[in-house]
């Protein structure tokens, strides 16, 4: 009976804290909290469920981040840095801080403000780089030749040119596999 008991303990609570997690809503992780104990009183020093004891912390950080996410970057950013102390694969806490940085980083770039963006992409480029990804810098932009403004200036398209894979020409027209027609003799 004791066995039953802790495993639905053990499922509601990991139930409750995906629940909440997508919801966004951390009052379910307190409920979560209480099914983990309740399932540790049953089974001292079990290791799921002290593993999923230690995760409520963990994500009422990353409810915090998706919560802040659209609104203040600067809260979003920090409660992602904390949980990479802890564990920077955490429901992709890796790739949102590094999209958080890289947002913020442009932002800041706009305003003008060169080095507090530099700075960021600087931490962007570690974030990634901590998970053994190697991050080459992007090319240099080009500058596009200017759009046309003037109302009815044409924009011509380039001409259609085909060049056949191999280098031979033949004819496009007919397609492959087909022979050529045969010549015919003029009377």
Sequence with gaps: MNDL???????????????????????????????????????TGDEAATKGRDEIPLARKRILAEQNRQSDDDAAIAALEEIMKVAPDYWRTRETLYALLLRKAYRLWEAGDREGAHALLRRALEVQAEAGRRIEHPPTPVALPPWPTEPGSPIEPAPFQSIPRDGHDRDLTRPSGVPAPAPTELK
């Design 5 to 43: 008991l802790y495993q639905t303990h053990l499922k509601y609570g990991e139930l409750l804290v995906d629940r909440a997690l997508h919801e966004l809503d951390p009052t379910e992780l307190d409920l979560a909290a209480t099914q983990f104990q309740s399932a540790l009183d049953l089974r």
